[in-house]
């Protein structure tokens, strides 16, 4: 069964300091694995996308990381501030996007304190 | 920010009412999406169009309908609203073009039903 794990489920951070969210996925066929940043009473907006080939992207103090070969991803956030206080949702593609499936995680609730 | 907008962001209605929720993007994008979203949920896929005329039902059972008459309309009714069709929806939109597939979200709709 295809499937996309997060962990933690939620993380409370003080302000400056850094943090890294874990996605762990079965899906087969792998397409790719973006994350996506979702505010509250917001939409999600996509901050990268790992495909097969990449390891490490950066996005600003985003860094996210790809093991294609465990299955696992990690984002890193670096000097975190309060508006990183969101929900970090994990979704794998099975295919190139004309076919393929998407399979979403649940979601890592962050909050940053001050 | 992505040119995509849902209304109403709010509706408390009671049970038995006809809603429907607005979703219009502007990107000329062909494939449009319903999320259905819950605290702590992963989003579930619940409508899906390809292009004009085209409708699929996604992987989560819903009692809704959608049309898409127009290519940047894509209109999510409940003929008769229960208290179980209590959550946040999501319309989401992609470029048929794009090989990432990056979704681009609207603000979503919460739909409370008494």
């Known amino acids: 069964k295809n499937q996309v794990e997060q962990s933690p489920q939620s993380l409370i951070i003080l302000e400056g300091k850094n943090c890294t969210l874990q996605?762990?996925?079965?899906?087969?066929?792998?397409?790719?694995l973006r994350w996506y940043k979702q505010d509250t009473g917001r939409g999600p907006v996509s901050l990268t996308i790992m495909t097969f080939s990449e390891n490490t992207k950066s996005n600003g103090r985003y860094t996210a990381t790809l093991d294609a070969d465990t299955k696992q991803s990690s984002l890193h956030i670096t000097a975190s501030q309060l508006s990183d206080s969101a929900s970090y949702i994990c979704?794998?593609?099975?295919?190139?996007?004309?076919?393929?499936?998407?399979?979403f995680g649940r979601g890592t609730q962050l909050t940053v304190w001050p | 920010e992505a040119d995509i907008y849902q209304t109403p962001r709010y509706l408390v209605i009671g049970t038995g009412k006809k809603i429907t929720l607005e979703c219009s993007q502007t990107m000329g994008h062909d494939k449009m999406y319903w999320y259905q979203q819950d605290p702590g949920m992963e989003l579930h896929l619940i409508h899906y169009s390809y292009g004009v005329n085209s409708t699929e039902k996604g992987d989560l059972s819903s009692e809704s309908t959608v049309s898409r008459i127009r290519t940047e309309h894509f209109p999510l009714t409940l003929e008769s609203a229960r208290p179980s069709h209590t959550s946040q929806y999501l319309c989401?939109?992609?470029?048929?073009?794009?090989?990432?597939?990056?979704?681009?979200f609207g603000e979503g709709s919460r739909l409370t039903v008494l």
């Open positions: 979704v794998v593609s099975d295919r190139g996007s004309t076919l393929g499936r998407l399979y």
């Open positions: 996605c762990n996925y079965t899906v087969s066929p792998f397409s790719n």
């Open positions: 989401a939109s992609s470029d048929t073009l794009s090989d990432t597939g990056e979704l681009f």
